[in-house]
């Protein structure tokens, strides 16, 4: 069956409002955040007097899709956003200005005439310019400078698998290498140098150029005066690379668990140190402010979030400020770091923006219309023993009515991670009996390095036997029956569902596949190149390694497969093609297993657009429903 989009169904009556995403101003007057509420999300802008917020102005553009990311400029001028057009993996990048009367939106990633559009990713600001990674179709990612009021680019740096991470003031860090073993390298004048030392299996990504050669750098003016920008090229030289570049970087390299870290590259090398860390767990996110006096850190604790801010002069680590909800992501601070916004969401908060000022500690909601949405009640934090004695870390929501049966839910990555934070399709779940388990199978991001790759190729069997495994805990513990469960999943998980439902047939009354593969060969095929390319090291290479990917493909033991199966895909779902679904569904449908196929013409990958995700909790629903009742 098909989802058009214009028809909607009693779910969409229970209206979700979720606002995220922000983007603070260097003088901390304004801000701008993502909305959604309805449709596709939008960006809105927001000025500031003290705490008190405006009411919001939406960020007009001429394209129908969801924005997926809005930034503030060095100055304050320039609202820089990216959006995919109807809900599509493919992106573009648009650029605004703050000023509310003004109305012109123009797009700034341009593509060769004689060239199928690529994909654009919004990174950040280099002075008044954007930094973005332009893709084509043939899969290499070029590291640009995008003037906004021009549209001319600058191209840093090109190469296959590379991906900008900051620029400033002449020198960009690239993170390079694939999937699973990543590192930063630093582009300064006509250098490139490596920032750590070899460390085969870690992963260093994030990065932020702190200053070139001069005590400081500021990119805007500080608080309170707008009017002071100090220019990059009277700042730091032009085209000079005397002295040093110092950047503060996120990194696994020489430990168990992402920490921060201080490089500092000059002519003759490069040196570093561990700012801060916490044993046993990973640093999620950090942000500087442009005076370089406060950095603000989110730990991940258990897939809880703790936040702390730290006074760079001398590294004192304040303690972790309470946080209003569980989960907290999408840091953003003011150029004096006076003000932090963030995004927070728990099992009964809807993802909503918060300030909190780090000195003080004292929070603020900004909207003056809140976040809302159906709830669930705190999960319970479950500690599950794989077979072979691996300790997995699960999070478990129990209805407060009678149990009709249970859903495991995997996430998607599979570096990804199931946390405490909202989601609004378990609250439908629950209220209809039916117990939910999301577990973090061994892959999942989150726990240190060696449990992300204990599922690397030859390794993902286990990965598949995790699933089995959660399914003896429900029942060992009487959670559920165990002629009761059904296995759901997105993207890697809706893999890793229809994977279980074919090596373990017998465990699962019933499943449901959203976004996932069906055959990783094809999904290699298929798939866009930059996509295949960085999941070779996870999965395996199409032609080194075609037998082990024929060995997992759940599409070619599709005869074992019992339990009923709902396959849900958006069409324009570049990432994981609407195709892995139509032959799994064409396959069950020949071999007479009760499936169906639910597709969201106007939707990609994320099925993003408000309506349809209300559309596939009631789907979601009905399928759990009839299975345990049958």
């Excluded at 994030?206 to 003016?221: K, M, T, Y």
Aim: charge should be negative; hydrophobic fraction near 40%.
């Amino acid at each position: 069956m098909t989802q058009d989009g214009g028809r909607l169904v009693a779910s969409a009556n229970r209206h979700v409002r979720v606002n995220y995403g922000a983007s603070l101003s260097p003088d901390a007057t304004a801000f701008a955040h993502l909305v959604d509420d309805g449709g596709y999300p939008r960006a809105v802008q927001r000025f500031l007097r003290g705490w008190r917020a405006s009411s919001s102005r939406d960020v007009e553009l001429p394209v129908v899709g969801a924005v997926t990311r809005v930034i503030h400029s060095a100055d304050g001028h320039w609202l820089a956003c990216e959006v995919s057009p109807e809900g599509g993996t493919r992106s573009q990048i648009w650029v605004v200005t703050t000023d509310p009367d003004d109305r012109d939106a123009r797009r700034i990633d341009s593509w060769p005439a004689d060239a199928a559009e690529g994909t654009a990713e919004l990174i950040g600001w280099d002075g008044m310019q954007v930094a973005a990674i332009l893709t084509g179709d043939d899969g290499v990612g070029s590291s640009c400078l995008i003037d906004p009021a021009t549209g001319n680019v600058v191209v840093l740096d090109r190469r296959s698998g590379g991906r900008l991470v900051d620029s400033w003031a002449g020198a960009s860090l690239v993170r390079v290498g694939p999937r699973g073993y990543r590192e930063l390298i630093m582009l300064w004048g006509q250098t490139e140098m490596a920032l750590l030392p070899y460390d085969p299996g870690s992963t260093t990504d994030v990065g932020v150029i702190l200053d070139d050669h001069q005590p400081r750098r500021l990119r805007s003016g500080f608080e309170g005066d707008a009017t002071t920008l100090i220019e990059p090229a009277k700042m730091y030289g032009a085209g000079s690379t005397d002295g040093y570049v110092r950047a503060l970087i996120r990194s696994e390299n020489g430990a168990s668990h992402a920490r921060l870290l201080e490089v500092t590259v000059t002519a003759d090398g490069v040196s570093y140190h561990v700012v801060a860390e916490r044993p046993g767990y990973e640093l999620d996110e950090f942000v500087v402010s442009d005076d370089l006096s406060t950095v603000a850190l989110l730990w991940n604790i258990d897939g809880c979030s703790e936040l702390q801010i730290l006074q760079y002069a001398d590294e004192t680590l304040s303690e972790p400020i309470p946080l209003p909800g569980m989960v907290a992501s999408e840091l953003s601070i003011s150029a004096g770091g006076s003000m932090v916004a963030l995004t927070v969401q728990g099992p009964s908060l809807p993802p909503t923006v918060e300030l909190v000022d780090p000195r003080t500690r004292e929070w603020e909601r900004i909207d003056r219309e809140p976040s809302h949405g159906p709830l669930t009640g705190t999960p319970t934090l479950a500690r599950i023993t794989a077979r072979d004695g691996l300790e997995l870390n699960a999070w478990l929501y129990e209805p407060d009515v009678e149990p009709i049966g249970a859903m495991i839910f995997l996430h998607g990555g599979p570096e990804g991670q199931s946390r405490p934070d909202y989601n609004e399709f378990y609250p439908k779940l629950l209220d209809a009996g039916i117990t939910v388990l999301t577990p973090n199978v061994r892959g999942s991001g989150g726990f240190g390095r060696a449990f992300m790759h204990a599922d690397d190729k030859e390794l993902r069997f286990a990965a598949i036997d995790d699933v089995a495994d959660c399914v003896h805990y429900l029942v060992e513990r009487g959670l559920a029956r165990a002629d009761r469960i059904a296995c759901s999943g997105w993207s890697y998980g809706g893999y890793l569902t229809q994977a279980a439902l074919t090596f373990h047939p017998e465990l699962f009354a019933a499943g449901i596949s959203i976004c996932g593969m069906s055959d990783l060969n094809t999904f290699y095929r298929n798939t866009e190149p930059w996509i295949a390319a960085a999941a070779y090291p996870k999965y395996g290479h199409p032609i080194a390694d075609r037998e082990l990917l024929e060995r997992l493909s759940p599409l070619l033991r599709a005869h074992a497969l019992t339990a009923p199966l709902l396959l849900v895909h958006g069409a324009n779902d570049t990432n994981v093609p609407p195709s892995e679904s139509q032959q799994m569904y064409d396959a069950l449908r020949a071999l007479g297993r009760d499936v169906e196929m639910l597709v969201f013409e106007d939707d990609g990958h994320e099925i993003i657009k408000r309506e349809n995700r209300a559309i596939l909790v009631d789907a979601m629903a009905r399928w759990l429903t009839k299975a345990f009742s049958g």
